[in-house]
């Protein structure tokens, strides 16, 4: 038996991660109204930070996935504003467009800090 463990690539640890932001937003998500976990001063600020932040890890790691990241993000948000109102909050097309919003930067961001990595790791 080997001592090397399971072998993590950085690709499976962007996706552990990235399922981990997606379990911790659903959740923040879905609160019932007036449940404050994380305070952010504007509604539409937080999910610009929380879906920068769920999409960046996969575009750093896969910057050629960057429109499939994106598009998984926002359907993500979609399906979020559709639940919501089961859980008693309201669906708001202003919190997709914020949702939008974050992933492209997210993926913006972490795509070219990504191809930056990948040209670095190509040269060394």
């Given at each position: 038996?080997?001592?090397?463990?399971?072998?993590?690539?950085?690709?499976?640890?962007?996706?552990?991660?990235?399922?981990?932001?997606?379990?911790?937003?659903?959740?923040?998500?879905?609160?019932?109204?007036?449940?404050?976990?994380v305070s952010?001063?504007?509604?539409?600020?937080?999910?610009?930070?929380?879906?920068?932040?769920?999409?960046?890890?996969?575009?750093?790691?896969?910057?050629?996935?960057?429109?499939?990241?994106?598009?998984?993000?926002?359907?993500?948000?979609?399906?979020?504003?559709?639940?919501?109102?089961?859980?008693?909050?309201?669906?708001?097309?202003?919190?997709l467009?914020?949702?939008?919003?974050?992933?492209?930067?997210?993926?913006?961001?972490?795509?070219?800090?990504?191809?930056?990595?990948?040209?670095?790791?190509?040269?060394?």
């Amino acid at each position: 038996m080997s001592d090397k463990g399971i072998g993590w690539s950085s690709l499976h640890v962007a996706i552990v991660v990235t399922l981990g932001m997606v379990l911790i937003s659903g959740v923040l998500l879905l609160l019932p109204p007036g449940v404050d976990v994380v305070s952010v001063s504007n509604d539409k600020m937080g999910h610009v930070l929380a879906f920068t932040a769920l999409v960046f890890p996969l575009a750093v790691v896969r910057p050629s996935w960057a429109m499939a990241i994106w598009f998984s993000a926002v359907a993500y948000g979609g399906l979020i504003e559709v639940i919501q109102p089961l859980a008693g909050r309201a669906a708001e097309l202003a919190d997709l467009d914020a949702d939008a919003l974050g992933a492209a930067l997210g993926v913006c961001i972490g795509a070219a800090i990504g191809h930056w990595r990948n040209r670095r790791l190509r040269s060394a």
